[in-house]
Nanobody, 122 residues
Framework: QVQLVESGGGLVQTGDSLRLACAAS????????VGWFRQAPGKEREYVAV????????LYGDAVKGRATASRDDAKNTVTLEINSLKPEDTAVYYC???????????????WGQGTQVTVSS
């Protein structure tokens, strides 16, 4: 079992940057691919970023490509997601999740955090 807790969300303004963190407990996060997903009200959950074991590969969703950077520190059992140039359409609940295989699909992920709200004001 892996327990995931997101932090770093909040109310920000358009153009700001935000750094989200995902802290894991239980089993070591180094054994898992970690994904970031988000869900806005009335919309389906979408993937934001995926980071592979040891952080060797990353994948970003089209909505944040060029503005987001995912990184991981397996020694600290944490994964971070930084998003720059935030837009109102980035407003959503952001989740981190862990999977045993490389995939941007939410149904591949076994463990999920509770999410952290990000609200971008215009």
């Amino acid at each position: 079992q892996v327990q995931l807790v997101e932090s770093g969300g909040g109310l920000v303004q358009t153009g700001d940057s935000l750094r989200l963190a995902c802290a894991a407990s239980g089993r070591t996060l180094s054994s898992y691919v970690v994904g970031w997903f988000r869900q806005a009200p009335g919309k389906e959950r979408e993937y934001v970023a995926v980071i592979s074991w040891r952080g060797r590969s990353t994948l970003y969703g089209d909505a944040v490509k060029g503005r987001a950077t995912a990184s991981r520190d397996d020694a600290k059992n944490t994964v971070t997601l930084e998003i720059n140039s935030l837009k109102p359409e980035d407003t959503a609940v952001y989740y981190c999740a862990a999977a045993s295989s490389w995939s941007p699909r939410a149904n591949a992920y076994i463990y999920w955090g509770q999410g952290t709200q990000v609200t971008v004001s215009s």
